[in-house]
């Protein structure tokens, strides 16, 4: 088992499984006990860091819940998180935990690093063992730490330090780089660095110097410039020493010098090709992606192609068109670039086409064409050879309309690039530099750069060369975008509204052009305006049309559409039924009434070409837009499809959340197991559980809509959700209930409100609610259903330290249940009550009922009566200060429930034991006996 903070908080098996609790507060909870490894943290300390300073006062007996639910997902033996006195430790193998191995790394690199000067001398420390450690400890960084912890608190004590401790690894690194001629092996990971600390002169100095070294003179200049004007007085000696570093060499856009002094090939004749469109002067951000396509360039063999991936909008020609002008001074026999329309409205262009027109451009008279594919395909690439070109091949749809345009392979001396700079892997060693070969004058051969929505694997499987996966922009750059489009002082004027216009936007490019163009058009109106008018599906959908042509999120999406096959198509359509923002491969297959591995073909067509994404296997998300878009589309459908594909949907859930559903999702599960697989579902499926009881009420089905609200309940509450989630299920499935004029149902619901007002502490409202269920019941003409909800609703009092109102409730139960026709409920409210007792600090009664609930249960043999009374026995005794005869119960209790084979009560069984050992001094006997009720938790036993 290994666990990752650096970076969103990740929980990974051996073999790479993800683990990670999906509660916030369980994340929390392993995150603030990873940080202090090895170390006793006090249980009030971890309720402050796990509840952000806000607990409940419910929330030690929640905190216990979470460790056991955390003990059952570090089952594997690595790491135990173990009781110690009155607190919790994590304790195992320290290099287990990514944070610690880090600051491992750093400690023995310290130990080994010469000492630090203040400035870099190229010809010291060339063999610096310090280095890989350096380079290993980095590596481990996925991210800001501790992102999505599920604890502000938490991040804000410990993120800081350790995000300090990265930089400094970072410094040290790059020195050591720079003293051994390397640095250009740091540029990416200093350029994000410096731009996330503008301030601070080191990181500046550092990548001006490492820019230098990787050739790329203009920018080390360029960046020189920006990080001297933002001071408010003269630089430091380090930046200072790298600006006459940059000063002592050749003027820049000289380019690079062919460090073995070799001449390249030759270049043709006559004045090279330009032929791209110009950059978007409002570009902005993807710095990491720039330099990704740097080092793609320097490490992959010259006719490999590189392929920039991504759906609709997000920038994929932007960035080319940037990164090619940028690096204009790389391919001094030309660039060209050439839209292939792979998804245009009138298809994509004939690849004979474009090769007449890349002929062209390289000084074929148009009389000389060939006639021919295959003629004009060979004459390209024997033009292209031994080129230092760049060959842009812009929106392509598929490998058959690439494969003739691409130029010859490398030669088979040549490996394939074993980098994928997408994954953020560094360049290597000597990129750009006087060191080595890096750069494509040093390599003769044109440079090819794919676009496309599609991920075309054809392609890579069988050209190799390098994916770029492209994401949408990063909150900040999409404020950038928005600032360079709108003016500063506009977004700075609303700073929040331009956070959730960007959110509305999915932060694509193209969606915020189209944002920032409508309020450029609108000067009356707030960025706040416009961002409420997106949130409304219809007039958001107009608002990033466009103006009709091809320009608008609306056209694009319509073209992408229009290249899915007719199955394809429809399953598109029917999701946009689906409430949610993820789809599971089952969910799909319910609504478009497919076997699930048809679906799952589908599926794989949707991710494809970038209408989905999928996160997880089997798991797929849809971007807000994507989704708005699908929406429409399946408004379309006629009313019988809709409502048919509807009543699938609704069945799916409802089976999804029955007692022994398939699959381990059953809402009341009778087990822990199959109750951890059911909290773990629901995790996932909860928003959509939701919005279907909405859909099922909406549509009248009623009937529908209060069984799911009242299988979802279960899981509400013994899940951490939003109760606000909890109560707009809950109060849909109630109205439903009453719209089916059925007294059971509103029995059910209204006790499944009462439970969750005693969750959210308003009593009095629990109590009114409690009253109506009773009285629901009655009418049903159903007294075990009564009896139930009286039950249920007592227990959450327990749960909620309101003993002084749950043992009257209790005390009624027991009164009813010694009638002929209800003693068969005797014995477990007679367990019941003895447990409230001893929680509400009266020992004495609470052993004569336990008492009484064993006799009951022994009249009636068999059943799980006698397990739970004698587990109550145990725990009167031991609150009256009676270790030995409590020891004896619990262990009777044990013997008992394997007689009656059910995994939850076992499990009850052998913790009690293990508590009550643990008090007694009994450590040992007590840690075996946790084990075994593990065990019975994993269903290993």
């Known amino acids: 088992m290994r666990i990752d903070l650096l970076g969103p908080v990740a929980v990974r098996r051996e073999d790479g499984t993800a683990v990670t609790p999906s509660a916030p507060k369980r994340r929390a909870l392993l995150s603030a006990l990873a940080v202090r490894f090895d170390q006793l943290v006090a249980t009030d300390e971890l309720i402050e860091l796990v509840w952000d300073a806000t607990a409940p006062p419910t929330a030690r007996a929640a905190l216990q819940g979470h460790v056991a639910a955390l003990r059952r997902v570090l089952d594997d033996g690595t790491l135990t998180l173990g009781t110690r006195g009155t607190g919790y430790v994590l304790t195992g193998d320290p290099e287990r935990v990514d944070a610690l191995r880090f600051q491992q790394l750093c400690d023995r690199a310290g130990l080994q690093l010469p000492g630090h000067t203040g400035h870099t001398d190229p010809g010291a420390h060339p063999d610096d063992p310090a280095l890989p450690l350096l380079r290993t400890a980095l590596a481990l960084w996925r991210g800001a730490a501790l992102t999505d912890c599920g604890s502000a608190l938490l991040r ?36 994000e660095a410096a731009a996330a600390h503008p301030s601070r002169q080191t990181l500046a100095a550092r990548l001006i110097v490492c820019l230098d070294q990787a050739g790329r003179y203009d920018e080390a200049s360029a960046r020189y410039d920006r990080a001297v004007s933002a001071l408010p007085g003269a630089p430091g000696p380090e930046l200072r020493l790298a600006g006459e570093r940059i000063g002592r060499r050749p003027a820049a856009g000289t380019g690079p010098v062919n460090p073995a002094g070799r001449p390249g090939p030759p270049a043709p004749a ?376 509807l009543d699938r949907l609704i069945g799916h859930y409802l089976t999804a959340t029955e007692p022994d559903a398939p699959g381990g999702t059953p809402a009341a599960a009778s087990g822990p197991a199959a109750a951890r697989h059911a909290e773990d579902w629901f995790h996932r499926e909860e928003g959509a559980v939701r919005a279907v009881v909405l859909c099922a009420e909406e549509h009248g089905r009623t009937a529908e809509a209060w069984r799911l609200a009242h299988r979802a309940g279960r899981l509400y509450e013994r899940t951490d959700f939003d109760r606000t989630h909890w109560r707009t299920t809950v109060e849909a499935g109630l109205r439903a209930a009453r719209a089916c004029a059925d007294p059971a149902a509103v029995a059910r619901l209204s006790t499944d409100l009462a439970v969750l007002l005693v969750d959210r502490r308003v009593f009095r409202g629990a109590a009114e609610q409690l009253e109506r269920a009773v009285t629901a019941a009655d009418r049903a003409g159903d007294p075990g259903l009564r009896h139930r909800c009286r039950v249920r609703v007592a227990d959450a009092l327990v749960r909620a330290g309101r003993y002084e109102q749950a043992v009257p409730l209790l005390t009624a139960l027991v009164a009813d249940a010694r009638t002929p026709d209800a003693g068969h409920q005797l014995a477990g409210a007679l367990a019941a009550l003895a447990d409230a007792l001893v929680l509400a600090g009266a020992p004495g009664p609470a052993l004569a009922h336990a008492d009484e609930a064993l006799q009951a249960a022994t009249a009636r043999p068999g059943g799980a009566d006698a397990v739970l009374a004698t587990q109550s026995r145990a725990r009167a005794l031991d609150a009256l200060g009676r270790p030995g005869p409590a020891l004896a119960s619990a262990q009777l209790a044990v013997a008992l429930g394997r007689t009656v ?41």
Request: net charge negative; proline share 8%.
């Open 156 to 191: 804000e004590r410990t993120a800081p330090h350790l995000a300090d401790l990265r930089l400094r690894v970072l410094d040290r690194l790059a020195d050591g780089l720079c003293r051994a001629g390397r640095g250009g092996e740091l540029v990416a990971e200093l350029t």
């Open 270 to 645: 006559g004045p090279p090709p330009a032929w791209p469109p110009p950059a978007d002067r409002r570009f902005v951000g993807r710095t990491a992606e720039l330099d990704r396509l740097d080092a793609a360039v320097a490490a992959g063999p010259a006719g490999r192609p590189i392929l920039v991936t991504g759906p609709a909008g997000v920038g994929k020609t932007g960035l080319v068109q940037y990164w090619a002008q940028r690096s204009a001074e790389r391919f001094p026999d030309g660039r060209l670039h050439v839209d292939l329309r792979g998804f245009a409205e009138d298809g994509p262009r004939d690849p004979a086409e474009v090769l007449g027109a890349l002929l062209t451009a390289l000084g074929v008279p148009e009389d000389e064409l060939p006639d021919s594919l295959d003629d004009r395909a060979r004459r390209h690439r024997e033009l292209l050879a031994g080129r230092r070109l760049l060959l842009v091949l812009d929106d392509a749809r598929s490998y058959e309309q690439l494969a003739p345009l691409l130029p010859d392979p490398p030669a088979e001396s040549d490996p394939p690039a074993e980098s994928d700079p997408s994954a953020g892997s560094a360049s290597p060693a000597g990129f750009g530099s006087r060191a080595g070969s890096a750069s494509p004058a040093d390599r003769p051969g044109p440079v090819t750069v794919v676009t496309s929505r599609s991920r075309l694997r054809r392609l890579l499987a069988r050209e190799g060369g390098t994916p770029l996966a492209l994401d949408v922009l990063t909150p900040a750059e999409a404020g950038d975008l928005l600032a360079r489009t709108l003016g500063e002082a506009r977004v700075a004027a609303e700073p929040q509204a331009a956070v959730d216009l960007a959110e509305r936007c999915d932060r694509l490019p193209l969606a915020l052009r189209l944002a920032a163009a409508r309020l450029s058009a609108r000067p009356g109106w707030t960025l706040g305006d416009l961002a409420a008018e997106l949130s409304d599906d219809e007039s958001g959908h107009a608002a990033l049309a466009g103006t009709g042509g091809p320009l608008g999120i609306t056209a694009a999406l319509d073209l992408t559409y229009r290249a899915l096959p007719p199955a394809a198509a429809r399953l598109f359509t029917l999701l946009g039924l689906h409430p949610g923002r993820m789809v599971g491969t089952g969910t799909a297959a319910a609504l478009a009434d497919l076997p699930p591995a048809a679906a799952r073909t589908l599926l794989a067509r949707l991710d494809a070409i970038h209408l989905l994404e999928e996160t997880t296997p089997g798991r797929y998300a849809r971007r807000g837009l994507v989704r708005r878009y699908g929406a429409r589309l399946a408004a379309d459908l006629g009313c019988d499809e809709r409502l048919a594909a």
């Open 901 to 941: 084979g059910d995994a939850a009560l076992e499990h009850g069984s052998h913790s009690l034991l293990a508590d009550l050992l643990q008090t007694v001094g009994r450590t040992a006997e007590a840690a075996a006996v946790r084990r075994q009720a593990e065990a019975l938790l994993t269903g290993d036993h």
